[in-house]
């Protein structure tokens, strides 16, 4: 059993006032089979999603190395996976997204370096803007050359 709980607000169509319960994250995971409670399963993977980002966000102003270490880890990627297996996506398309995250993280690297190079000079959405658009070209260039080894990224 996953020991992680989940706040859920519930209205019910009754009008009566919201409900605050806790689920745990293993019966959050066994909604999705029950078609009437689709919605909330969505709710519930929008908030644990979420939940982590801010959680690494938070952490992030208290330590600047724990931060970047826990947001280094690719845990986007890993919640996508964990999600695509649970709601049933064959396992070909499972290790298609991992393996194309791959092939896109390497040539995204270089914002990483760029980013604080640039906001020593200029203010942080100038900063933040050409350091994407230099990973976005990065990302182009490397799909141009991986398309020459078979790899087809678009």
Known sequence: MVAALV???YRNSGGYPPKLFFV???HVLQLKKDYHLEML???AKY???AGIVVAVSEIAKRSDQL???IASLPLVTI???VWLHVEGQPAEKISNHAFYTFWFVLPSLPL???FPFLYQRFNFWPALSISVGGAMLTVVAA???LKKFGIDLF
Do not use: N, Q, W
């Open 143 to 145: 799909a141009l050359v």
């Open 41 to 43: 399963y969505l709710i």
């Open 47 to 49: 908030l644990i999603t």
């Open 67 to 69: 931060g970047a270490f």
């Open 79 to 81: 919640l996508t996976l």
């Open 112 to 114: 990483f370096l760029l």
């Open 24 to 26: 745990s994250l293993d």
């Open 7 to 9: 706040v859920v607000v």
